[in-house]
């Protein structure tokens, strides 16, 4: 879509066109008809920084979680138990019956859609084991996820995608949104967006009567991912910048199966159709760790298991790198058999062959726990309305809603369940949908008038930083500001740790940082050396040190002295070629500080949370405390802390073994 053809306001503006920012659009305009989304006044538009069919939903494999019964026995009320428990009791209740009762109904819906599930022999959708899916409560593992093949996330995104486009939604592809644009974070609601347009690197006001935030996760917070290198954290930065809150930031989930050292992710579906872990032993040691479940554990309870299994010397190294660190297992999939395995497992048995060059029909194959959903995000109820938390209340923020791995409804709480990403994506995104539908048609709650001049103030602001990137000068000011900042700070938590540990912290800076230009160093012309992508690496290997699978105070505060240093040194970013059209340093410069943003507010929300939960495992507490921390964190940009209180319905908190 050209500039030309985009408006200066639209009555609704979804972000990302994943399976959320897809259903969001989809169940707006089936709700107010094609007429209404292309009005010559008002409209709808999906933004999307990629092509929307590049989006990240296309990667998930394994399956979506509903209780249709079709292979075995099962009750919405069962997945709903499992959901609960799967997230340690952290979860919002009341979100988590509308997913688990509406789950069979999306299913079915997406069904008439056009997403070609696999069928079972009668002709219904076929299912399949996923982690912590149980009959009756608890007990024995229940097929309980819908799939096609190993490849449910690209049936799901082109049938949505085509739905889209029969009915008529505006697309602008390959913007990028610089800016979210507030009338007051704390009483007002939404004024528009700044944008940039990649194809001439020209940027644009759009002033907008609703927002739908559907950006995706943060999955490049880490150095080994699953998660496409999109998934910047970006819709969730720009709420943190926009004065807005964040919650339960601290719960990072890491998928157990990445293959060796690429991150690629290996569906939980290998293990649902009887692929093995084994140590270096040949062990099968999940029975040690979860003696009913086994390898079909809740995520964070396998992504633990290895990491006690490397501790105790019985990890593998790659072979690929036979020489190299021992900090992987073995997935075992021979028993699967070559011909099941190329039927409903085509995309990881393709993946290992390609990436690995073995044969998993044959051979044991290298996995090692890699980053693959943000539990936490953008505060938004059971019908994306986003919220701030104040005074013991939520105070909405009205015409701004979110939906997808960028909010946080409550229905993961502190470890999310195979399965249930896409359901929550599909389900809470069509709900956003009609609720922001509703808004319009009614008129109602518009808010508090356009403020022209704020969007406008911002564009310009925006403007002048682009000139600058384009042209070399990095924010000399800034980098001053966050030295001083940045220095007292570490300087604070070093006396605290010293008081506390008995001896200072080390090794601030690791040997490749070292050799990098410090705080605005600049090549001969004035030139900054500093290169947005090899900062963005450093950021990965800071926030993988720090709170990846375990942590305590020591490395979260040496990894917040660290993403300090980082921060300043991204002060001193700049393009090095002025071209603007098409320009990936451009935006990669805006991502990386994205990043820098969000990964300070994960640290913090770790270091507040003085308990281990879910996929939070804190070696210094190691024990979960519902006296103290059974609540969902509330952090914002200058890192303050609140905490919001769990919405239990009818299921007190209990133990949590499998």
């Known amino acids: 879509m050209s500039p030309e053809q985009v408006k200066c306001h639209y009555d609704a ?16 305009v ?9 009005g010559s006044e008002g409209g709808i538009l999906v933004i999307s920084k ?28 069962w997945h709903y138990y499992d959901t609960v428990k799967g997230g340690d009791w952290l979860v919002d209740q009341d979100a988590a019956r509308i997913l688990a009762s509406q789950g069979p109904q999306t299913v079915i819906e997406l069904e008439h859609d056009g997403v070609a ?21 608890g007990g024995k593992p229940v097929k309980r996820a819908a799939y096609a093949a190993d490849r449910i996330g690209h049936q799901i995104l082109y049938a949505l995608w085509q739905q889209c486009v029969r009915y008529g939604v505006e697309f602008a592809e390959e913007w990028y949104v610089t800016d979210l644009v507030l009338s007051d974070a704390e009483e007002g609601g939404i004024e528009g967006l700044v944008v940039l347009d990649t194809h001439d690197g020209r940027a644009h006001a759009i002033a907008a009567d609703n927002v739908i935030l559907c950006t995706g996760g943060a999955g490049h917070l880490f150095h080994t991912t699953s998660n496409s290198w999109d998934l910047t954290g970006d819709g969730m930065a720009l709420a943190l910048r926009a004065g807005l809150q964040l919650e339960d930031l601290e719960f990072i989930q890491f998928h157990p199966t990445g293959l060796g050292h690429t991150g690629i992710l290996l569906s939980e579906a290998a293990r649902g159709e009887g692929g093995i872990l084994r140590n270096s032993e040949g062990e099968a040691f999940m029975a040690r760790y979860a003696p009913e479940h086994r390898d079909l554990a809740p995520r964070d309870v396998v992504s633990r298991s290895i990491a006690s299994e490397v501790d105790a010397g019985r990890g593998v190294a790659d072979p690929k790198e036979p020489d190299g660190p021992r900090d992987c297992v073995w997935l075992d999939m021979t ?9 409903l497992l085509p995309q990881v048995y393709e993946t290992i062959v390609r990436y690995s060059g073995l044969d998993p029909a044959h051979d044991l194959v290298p996995v090692k726990p890699t980053a693959h959903y943000t539990m936490g995000g953008i505060p938004a109820t059971t019908k994306g309305q986003v919220y701030r938390w104040a005074n013991g209340g939520r105070m909405a923020v009205h015409g701004l809603y979110a939906a997808g791995e960028c909010s946080c409804v409550g229905v993961h709480g502190a470890n999310r369940l195979g399965g249930n990403s896409l359901l929550d994506a599909c389900l809470f995104g069509s709900r956003a949908g009609q609720a922001v539908a509703k808004r319009i048609d009614g008129g109602g709650e518009r808010g508090q008038e356009v403020h022209d001049g704020l969007l406008e103030e911002t564009l310009a602001g925006r403007e002048s930083c682009i000139h600058d990137l384009l042209h070399g000068l990095p924010d000399h000011e800034g980098v001053q500001e966050a030295a001083e900042e940045a220095g007292s700070d570490a300087v604070a938590r070093t006396e605290d740790h010293e008081h506390s540990q008995g001896g200072p912290v080390s090794g601030l800076r690791t040997r490749d940082e070292a050799d990098h230009p410090a705080d605005g160093e600049q090549a001969e012309g004035g030139q900054t050396d500093a290169n947005a992508y090899d900062l963005m690496a450093r950021v990965g290997h800071v926030m993988e040190d720090g709170v990846a699978v375990r942590c305590d105070r020591s490395s979260i505060e040496r990894a917040l002295d660290r993403i300090d240093e980082l921060d300043r040194e991204s002060r001193t970013l700049a393009c090095h070629g002025d071209e603007p059209a098409f320009n990936q340093e451009l935006t990669a410069i805006m991502e990386v500080k994205n990043l820098l943003t969000l990964a300070r507010a994960v640290l913090t929300s770790s270091l507040e949370r003085e308990e281990s939960r879910g996929s939070l495992y804190r070696k210094d507490h190691p024990r979960r405390d519902d006296s103290r921390f059974l609540a969902h964190s509330m952090v914002d940009a200058q890192g303050d802390v609140r905490w919001q209180p769990v919405h239990i319905v009818d299921l007190p908190p209990q133990g949590r073994g499998y």
């Open 13 to 28: 503006v979804v972000v990302g066109a994943g399976a959320a920012g897809l259903s969001a659009a989809l169940s707006l």
């Open 335 to 343: 028993g699967v058999g070559e011909e099941r395995m190329k039927t």
């Open 117 to 137: 599930f696999s069928r079972g022999k009668d002709g219904h959708i076929a299912q399949r084991r996923f982690g912590g899916h149980t009959a009756r409560f």
């Open 30 to 38: 089936k709700t107010l008809g094609t007429e209404h989304s292309k």
């Open 50 to 77: 990629l092509q929307a069919l590049r989006s990240h939903t296309g990667s998930a494999e394994g399956g979506i979680a509903a209780s249709l019964g079709n292979e075995e026995e099962d009750d919405w009320r």
